[in-house]
């Protein structure tokens, strides 16, 4: 099945002249959604890497996250917006494509030592991988893996990445509207 045409592209969201690229039209069909986990999980299994924590970011990267963390039988780590956490927690600041946000996680979540894929729906400037990345680091985790399902290339959120070895499925090189 060709994934890419169950990504729906949504004209002038969030603001005129972008286009949106929707993960959630492929979530809602079974066989696509499963085909884009099992292309995931067969991606990493071929690599022999084993991981101690799933790394994911609120709220889409969730999904596919905790799903290959109970593939890989490892910990599921959420990166959470600010506040939504109850123990003591550590946060990093990131760029997105529309400004600045904030990335939590537990203080306890990661161990020293620990191999750390980090899993999310789409990856754009680079700036929520970035944060993953550094609250890893922080708390001594090792980043083995950077996984997305959409890359927006025109984004060049590749870039901010270099050193890490980054799996995306879907590439996309433009977001501009077509009339």
Known sequence: ??????????????????LFYDVTSLLQDAKAFRQAVDEMVEHYLKSGKHFDKIVSMESRGFIFGSILAYEFHAGFV??????????????????????????????????KGD??????????????????????????????????LVE???????????GYDLFTMLHYDSDEVKE
């Open 1 to 18: 099945m060709d994934l890419d045409k169950k990504i729906r592209r949504v004209p002038n969201f969030p603001k005129d002249g972008i």
């Open 78 to 111: 959420p990166l959470r917006k600010p506040g939504k956490l109850p123990a003591e927690t550590i946060s990093q600041e990131f760029e997105k494509e529309y400004g600045t946000d904030r990335f939590e996680v537990h203080r306890d979540a990661i161990e």
């Open 115 to 148: 191999k750390c894929l980090i899993v999310d729906d789409l990856l754009a400037t680079g700036g929520t991988s970035q944060a993953a990345v550094g609250l890893i680091e922080k708390l001594g985790g090792e980043v083995d893996g950077i996984c997305c």
């Open 152 to 162: 927006l290339d025109f984004l060049k959120g590749r870039e901010k990445l270099k």
